[in-house]
């Protein structure tokens, strides 16, 4: 062989050598790809505890039911007791004020109270996206400040689509500048089911809608089409699914509004009483400790309601939302089937808060309610129970006896710190991950904890610093040892919205909540509704409690309040 031919041989080897290396590499990183699980987030919207079928409800929820059998159900899972408050909590797993909304998204100039997601947080899609993770998300976002018309006459010219704006936030703040590659769903938080504003597809707003629009069904459908875009690749993906069901507007299609025409005829007491007897019997709460708590408001039973008609209709347009829901999650789980991908998708489901107990109508026409649909059809707000929920033309709500009866057996609703506006239905299936199936679990968890969580089963990591910014520390825990059935670690939780506030710590809550601006005590080993109020028998508790409750709200950007 001359020296030509052996340095010809030579560079062949190398070129060979140096591919098999970078497709080796490359299969590695494929093969860890294919290892890490897709992960499906899917928020509910003011969902009571005891909607679902899993959780006592009769609402017929045959998909998220079977989430429930192939996992985890949480029966001590807390939110942050409002929609934004929660969303920001969730996105980037720090107490809400910390992550800049500690109210809602009007902005004030305090870092906790800023009304959007802030430069010192990082989201779940920006720390996966790292990881290989492709993100998408779907529904509502609502952690974005709320650009708005300059007077009331122009801004529902604009809510009534008479008028369009290229932008609902600043551009900087919507979900695709904060880590998502898809997002399709509303930048503002409530929302026309029929016709719904600031509604956007990436960043371009969506000016029409097709005919027979609903949008629970488009966020479910829309969410199963990325499922299919993303499983073209090997690479994870995050996919957040955020329902704006069943929020009010109380608004169904009337096919499932049929369903329960007849359900709710019975009352509030009736409902109420057999969702705590199904809890019983399917081993969610025990009798002994948790009571079914008084009924509030009790100023009327429901044998002396003048208006039942109206009443067991709204309760059956709310369960019409719910169940539309669970239809769509369920063609969600049909694809994962179909693209093969069910194995190792981690699937969670909870709800934002409490049921509400607003009554909407009252608030009329203005900011984010129209006056009007899109083809000039007048929106009734009546007080007087005169008009059927249900279609487009009404924006009516629950109320508070019906909030009541879906956050069954706990106290108070919605923006509440006791735990009918905090505690929450959380389903987890990992059919890969997760080898207790059907099985329950009172471990305490947050839902600040599922940004900790994902990093763990991705192997990712949690940036102290950030395209620039430094990063607050993470404060939500893995939930990850639940999934194998050990314990999670001790440690207080804190909540503050708008002047209800709680810290629960071992057996004991310390809370303000309600009409009542004082601390109350309640040990939750054996009173999980909150009935005994023991502050007077353990002033020693109430101090060493709401002293911890004050250090965790000058820490944590709660204190002091700027003024409005």
């Keep these: ?189 409530v929302v026309d089911f029929f016709d719904p504003f600031s509604l956007v597809d990436g960043t371009k707003p969506v000016t029409s809608i097709p005919k027979n629009y609903y949008h629970t069904d488009a966020i479910n459908d829309k969410a199963s089409g990325y499922i299919r875009e993303f499983s073209k690749t090997e690479k994870p993906f995050f996919l957040y699914v955020a329902h704006n069901a069943p929020h009010w507007p109380i608004q169904a299609l009337p096919e499932d509004i049929e369903k329960y025409k007849d359900t709710y005829k019975s009352g509030w007491e009736a409902i109420r009483k057999t969702r705590y007897k199904n809890m019983i019997r399917l081993g969610l709460i025990d009798s002994n400790t948790t009571k079914l708590s008084d009924r509030n408001p009790a100023d009327i039973t429901w044998a002396n309601n003048p208006h039942k008609e109206y009443d067991a209709m709204a309760m059956a347009v709310h369960a019409a939302m719910v169940d539309r829901m669970d239809q769509g999650i369920g063609r969600i789980l049909k694809t994962l089937e179909e693209t093969g991908k069910m194995d190792n998708t981690i699937i969670i489901f909870l709800s934002d808060n409490g049921a509400s107990a607003e009554s909407s109508e009252a608030y009329g026409p203005g900011f984010d309610r129209p006056g009007q649909t899109r083809d000039g059809r007048t929106v009734s707000y009546s007080k007087n129970k005169d008009v059927m929920p249900g279609p487009q033309t009404t924006f009516f709500s629950i109320g508070q006896h019906w909030a009541n009866v879906v956050n069954t057996p706990y106290r108070l609703w919605k923006y509440q710190s006791f735990e009918g506006g905090v505690h929450t239905p959380m389903i987890i299936s990992w059919p890969k991950g997760i080898k207790a199936k059907g099985s329950k679990t009172d471990e305490i968890g947050h839902v600040m904890d599922f940004m900790a969580t994902f990093i763990d089963v991705a192997g990712a990591k949690y940036p102290a610093e950030y395209d620039g910014n430094t990063i607050t520390p993470l404060e939500g825990k893995s939930l990850m040892p639940v999934f194998s059935g050990n314990k999670l670690p001790d440690r207080p939780l804190f909540n503050e919205h708008e002047g209800s506030k709680y810290v629960r710590y071992q057996n004991w809550k310390l809370v303000v909540a309600g009409a009542d601006r004082n601390w109350r005590l309640f040990n939750m080993e054996n009173d999980k509704s909150e009935t005994k109020n023991l502050a007077a028998q353990y002033p020693e508790k109430v101090a060493a409690l709401s002293k911890m409750w004050d250090d965790w709200a000058v820490k944590h950007h709660v204190l002091p309040k700027p003024t409005k």
């Excluded at 010192?120 to 996206?129: R, S």
């Excluded at 932008?167 to 695709?176: A, C, D, G, V």
Aim: glycine residues 10%; proline residues 4%; charged residues 15%.
């Design 1 to 189: 062989m001359n020296a030509k031919s052996s340095i010809n041989c030579l560079l062949l080897t190398c070129f060979l050598f140096g591919l098999n290396s970078i497709c080796g590499t490359e299969g590695m990183a494929q093969k860890k790809n294919k290892e890490k699980p897709n992960i499906i987030l899917i928020l509910a919207d003011d969902l009571g505890y005891s909607d679902l079928g899993c959780y006592g409800g009769e609402i017929n929820t045959p998909n998220l039911d079977r989430i429930a059998k192939q996992g985890l159900q949480f029966t001590q899972f807390y939110n942050v007791s409002r929609c934004c408050p929660t969303r920001a909590s969730l996105l980037t797993g720090l107490y809400n004020h910390d992550a800049g909304i500690g109210d809602m998204t009007t902005p004030q100039n305090d870092s906790g109270y800023r009304g959007y997601l802030g430069k010192n947080t990082v989201t779940i899609a920006e720390v996966l996206k790292q990881e290989g993770y492709q993100t998408g998300m779907t529904g509502k976002w609502h952690v974005s400040n709320t650009i708005v018309q300059n007077s009331q006459e122009e801004q529902l010219k604009w809510l009534h689509h008479q008028v369009a704006h290229p932008l609902f936030s600043p551009i900087e703040q919507y979900p695709t500048k904060r880590g998502f590659d898809k997002f399709y769903g509303t930048i503002w938080g």
